[in-house]
Nanobody
Framework: QVQLVESGGGLVQAGGSLRLSCAPSGLTFGNYAMGWFRQAPGKEREFVAGISSSGTTTSHSDSVKGRFTISKDNAKNTMSLQMNSLKPEDTAVYYC????????????????WGQGTQVTVSS
């Protein structure tokens, strides 16, 4: 049974930083592309960042580019999202996603999803 467990969410002031982590189990980590999505109240889920199975290719949405960085450590079986210069509009539930195909991660059609972790940025 595959599980994706997110951690690292919380409350932070604008301009602060948080680091989200996703720890998968039940899958061969190095064979999976992964990504982060977020959903704010009343809004649709949106792509935040994605990373290929090898970790060599990444993509970040325009809204977070230059502030957030996705990374993947195949040796430690962890994937992270470093979030700097946080803004109140970054407030959302953040979801980890995994799929063997990078394109499916980027398009939000991943096979596996985590339960989400809340990030709240106060002004």
């Amino acid at each position: 049974q595959v599980q994706l467990v997110e951690s690292g969410g919380g409350l932070v002031q604008a301009g602060g930083s948080l680091r989200l982590s996703c720890a998968p189990s039940g899958l061969t980590f190095g064979n999976y592309a992964m990504g982060w999505f977020r959903q704010a109240p009343g809004k649709e889920r949106e792509f935040v960042a994605g990373i290929s199975s090898s970790g060599t290719t990444t993509s970040h949405s325009d809204s977070v580019k230059g502030r957030f960085t996705i990374s993947k450590d195949n040796a430690k079986n962890t994937m992270s999202l470093q979030m700097n210069s946080l803004k109140p509009e970054d407030t959302a539930v953040y979801y980890c996603a995994a799929d063997p195909q990078y394109v499916k991660v980027k398009t939000g059609t991943s096979k596996y999803w985590g339960q989400g972790t809340q990030v709240t940025v106060s002004s």
